[in-house]
Nanobody, 117 residues
Framework: QVQLVESGGGLVQPGESLTLSCTAS????????PGWYRQPPGKQRELVAA???????NYADTAKGRFTISRDNAKNTLYLQMNSLAPEDPAVYYC???????????WGQGTQVPVSS
């Protein structure tokens, strides 16, 4: 059974940095295609940054230049380094792992990132 647990969320001031982590169990992370998504208040879930099969990375326009996704397969952990946090970044941030066949996604429970205005 795949389990993803996010951590690292918390209240930050605009301009500050925060690093989120997502630790997977029940799978070998290196076989999966992981990514970060977020759901702002009252809005739909949206892509932040995600790996593609083959290692390329997709970033949302709002994340380019500020956020960096990385992974440590040995630790079964995915990271999201967020710099220059802005008032439009508050959301619940979710970790997603797509299975090797591309047929199913597993999601974490999310971690809250509020940004004070």
């Amino acid at each position: 059974q795949v389990q993803l647990v996010e951590s690292g969320g918390g209240l930050v001031q605009p301009g500050e940095s925060l690093t989120l982590s997502c630790t997977a169990s029940g799978i070998s992370f290196s076989d999966y295609v992981p990514g970060w998504y977020r759901q702002p208040p009252g809005k739909q879930r949206e892509l932040v940054a995600a790996f593609r099969r083959g290692g390329a990375i997709n970033y949302a326009d709002t994340a380019k230049g500020r956020f960096t996704i990385s992974r440590d397969n040995a630790k079964n952990t995915l990271y999201l380094q967020m710099n220059s946090l802005a008032p439009e970044d508050p959301a619940v941030y979710y970790c997603r792992a797509r299975n090797p066949w591309g047929s199913a996604n597993s999601w974490g429970q999310g971690t809250q990132v509020p940004v004070s205005s």
